[in-house]
């Protein structure tokens, strides 16, 4: 192993420890009962026996696949979600199911400090739990650490109610899982070596890229024109270690995501124009539509009130340069 993994290797292991530890017991600001990943539905489970009945209508049409559910006019008010809605199964249940990340700093990462997971998608996951219940009790938030892999069938078999996890939206996903409006706009790019000679992914010919198990991420390097050897793993910082013990040459996914491994590993370097777009949305149950325009209307209030802005000048100002304005909202209906 090269000295200078050691350190970063040691952080690295510790989050994955932390991170595995709380996917077992599905907690991040409590534990609870329920539906564990993978589970049964139980007497608690996140989205009740009624709701679980509910037959899925079909996707829709995917012209254009950030498209979304437009939101209500007016949102209700806190604590007062209307009868038979989502919202008020929510509501009822006393706290916010979501499915995170545990280990992409930036956005959703396991703080050893006080073992809470934080970042950009747990802030904005926390303005939806606000808006449900009228309050920043942590009681209101249950965040669950999955995989990549994990994000769609936590959804669908309803051990979630929401996943927020640097979620690219596509047509092919859009047919599994409804997603909110884009509120984060990623750009794929490639991480190396300081001493390495390649530019971008044009330069990996024959090298072995790292990414997670059913990203985007993986697929874009497997159709690269270069030819790269993609390297699948279940999450960034095993990419991170594969990288840093010099089993893979690169890392290549979404440049928020590249800059936290970065801020890692001082022997790392972003390359490359961006070649992928990937735009962030909220994945949220096709079953429930009216949650889908529920949350919408919190993203657009956010882009408005400048909350937006804010946990972005939190959290991703001082890797990625000064907040941008934030991603338009585009609606299908």
């Not at 650490?145 to 069938?153: D, F, H, Q």
């Not at 706009?185 to 010919?205: E, T």
Request: aromatic share 6%; with cysteine.
């Amino acid at each position: 192993m090269k000295p200078r993994a050691i350190t970063a290797i040691v952080a690295a292991c510790l989050l994955v420890l932390l991170g595995a530890l709380l996917g077992a017991c599905t907690t991040s600001t409590r534990t609870t009962s329920g539906t564990a990943p993978g589970g049964a539905v139980g007497a608690e489970g996140v989205a009740g026996v009624a709701a679980q009945a509910t037959p899925a209508p079909a996707a829709a049409s995917c012209a254009n696949a950030v498209a979304s559910l437009r939101p209500p006019a007016t949102l209700p008010a806190p604590g007062q979600m209307p009868a038979g809605t989502y919202m008020r199964t929510i509501q009822d249940r006393g706290r916010l199911v979501a499915g995170v990340s545990s280990d992409t700093l930036l956005f959703g990462f396991l703080n050893p400090l006080d073992g809470q997971i934080e970042g950009f998608d747990i802030d904005v996951l926390h303005q939806i739990a606000q808006a449900i219940f009228g309050d920043t009790n942590p009681s209101r938030f249950e965040f669950r650490a999955i995989t990549t892999a994990e994000r769609i069938p936590r959804l669908q078999d309803g051990s979630v109610d929401i996943v927020g996890r640097t979620f690219t939206i596509t047509c092919d996903r859009r047919t599994q899982v409804d997603f909110s409006t884009v509120y984060f706009a990623a750009n794929q790019r490639v991480l190396v070596r300081k001493d390495s000679p390649a530019k971008g992914i044009q330069d990996l010919g024959g090298k072995k890229v790292c990414a997670t198990t059913g990203s985007t991420s993986i697929q874009n390097i497997a159709q690269a024109a270069s030819k790269p050897i993609p390297v699948a793993v279940a999450d960034f910082t095993d990419c991170l270690v594969a990288f840093q013990n010099g089993e893979v040459d690169a890392i290549s996914t979404d440049d928020a995501i590249l800059a936290g491994l970065k801020a890692q590993d001082p022997y790392a370097l972003i390359v490359g124009n961006g070649f992928s777009p990937q735009p962030y949305g909220l994945g949220i149950g096709l079953n429930h539509p009216e949650f889908t325009r529920f949350v919408n209307g919190v993203l657009d209030r956010m882009r408005a009130d400048g909350t937006w802005t804010a946990l972005y000048n939190r959290w991703l100002a001082p890797s990625l340069g000064p907040a941008p304005a934030p991603p338009p909202a585009a609606y299908r209906d």
